[in-house]
């Protein structure tokens, strides 16, 4: 079952809560904490008072207290960013370095490809006509869990989260994607919001889980690279990689091929993917 989770202190968490309450038959399943729990397919939304970054093991709280097996987890969510552009997000979680935001160490969550990949097509044809972008954000947050877990997010500020309209580009976008296929890889460089990334997975064949930005790889030597690249791999459920090829020097992006290569990870390009 995919637990979708809302919290209260967050608008746009609660905006597309609502929206999904609206636009589908959900019904009622029990409360937990206080909080009304719904049910609709092979769906369960609950509510907290508490923001997600805190959430840890949230999957393994609501399974033991409404008795059921829940096997994935979606986080409706807010997005902010300076800038204030209205952004729809969805990103996979987890720290490679310090957990300044929830979650562990250097310890990834296991991410959901086919799901992420698929919500993200979802939402760029839910979206069309509203003034929000579609966009992967790489990896990065709490909270910590062992069940695939996906973020999708309303951006970027005050203005955006409450918009209705965004909430029901991400409620019909929730309530129906089309999982993805093709190869599932990790992607590798590129800035927060990996455009590099989205246009592949909406114009491919493929599936993307973590993404390592390219920030988190500056001044890393190769034994911690591959590290880093290889936890991101099997927290993706793949050996496979793709470069962002561009976001670094032309011999930096062959080395880092190379390297990859050299570990046993598939380093696969757009023309390695057919077309969708």
Known sequence: MRLLVASAPDPASLNIRDRLLEMGEWRECGTFRGQRCY?????LMVSFDDLHLHLDHVDRLVGEALEVEIGEVVFLSKHRAASGRPTLTVHPIGNFGRAEYGGRDGTLVPASPAFMSGLLRALSVSAKGLPFEVSYEVTHHGPYLEMPTT?????SDEGGWGNQEAGKAVTRALLGWVPADGPTVVGVGGGH??????????AKRVRFGHMVAKHVLDGKGDNEVLEIVGKAAGASGTSAVYIHRKSFSRPEARRLGELFEGAGLRVLEGADLQDL
């Open 151 to 155: 973020f999708v997010e309303i951006g």
């Open 39 to 43: 049910r609709l397919r092979d769906m």
């Open 193 to 202: 919001y990996a455009p590099r990334f989205t246009e592949v997975t909406l």
